[in-house]
């Protein structure tokens, strides 16, 4: 893509992300994608996975990381005990597709252990997630930890989904939309740039999309979508 180019809608400019993923002679590897606060970024993101569902029958061909996969995780803050407190999983969504079967665990403390201290468990009978440090267990973690495990959790997925898991064998594309608004500067830096996920999917030849954070575009590679 190149020169200044205008498009009518969000629908328009989809279709021609879309064209350009896709061109058979000169395939786009991997677009940035950089826009003001309230220009609609997070909207383009969904209306990129409703082309897909389009296209596909209702089935989407994106695995996408926005503000609407953050809200897959609410928190139970056991208002009447105040003490058991857990992050609960939304099951309906086909984010959590072999979740339990998977077996994520281990994979998604191989990646918290380099950005936090805090240990988790997932019960995948109640859906729920619960915290603990040292001989504190139940914690109420910080938003900025929380998108933090949240993270971790996307990478340990989209390492399954370039394995080609049958959970995930019907998604193209990983679109990811800014993961680093809640983190400090330091795990801003270190978590999405050092993952090994995503340094694998560009070694394989993927091709990619990009949307970082605008206060933090001197890190533009932290946010890739890949698609086969």
């Keep these: 893509m190149s020169g200044i180019h205008t498009y009518q809608s969000l629908r328009t400019l989809v279709t021609r992300l879309r064209d350009d993923l896709n061109n058979p002679t000169k395939p786009t ?5 950089y826009a003001y606060n309230r220009t609609g970024k997070t909207r383009l993101s969904m209306e990129f996975k409703d082309a897909g569902k389009r296209k596909n029958k ?31 999983l939304n099951p309906d969504s086909s984010f959590f597709n072999g979740l339990k079967d998977l077996a994520l665990d281990e994979t998604i403390a191989g990646y918290l252990d380099r950005y936090a201290d805090f240990d988790f468990d997932v019960d995948y009978t109640d859906w729920k997630v ?28 989209c390492e399954r989904m370039l394995d080609g898991h049958i959970s995930y064998q019907t998604y193209k594309y990983l679109y990811i939309d800014d993961p680093i608004s809640s983190l400090d500067d330091n795990n801003a830096i270190s978590s999405p740039a050092t993952s090994p996920t995503c340094c694998v999917a560009l070694r394989a030849g ?20 890949f698609s086969t």
């Design 206 to 225: 993927r091709q990619g999309m990009v949307r970082p954070h605008p206060s933090r575009l001197c890190f533009p590679l932290i946010t890739p979508c």
């Design 29 to 33: 590897h991997l677009v940035l994608l």
């Design 58 to 88: 209702g089935n989407a061909d994106t695995l996408y990381f926005n503000a609407y996969t953050e809200d897959l995780f609410t928190w139970d803050n056991d208002l009447e005990g105040d003490a058991i407190r857990h992050l609960q």
């Design 130 to 157: 619960s915290f603990r440090k040292g001989e504190s267990p139940n914690i109420k973690i910080s938003r900025g930890e929380q998108n933090i495990f949240i993270w971790c959790l996307f990478m340990a997925i």
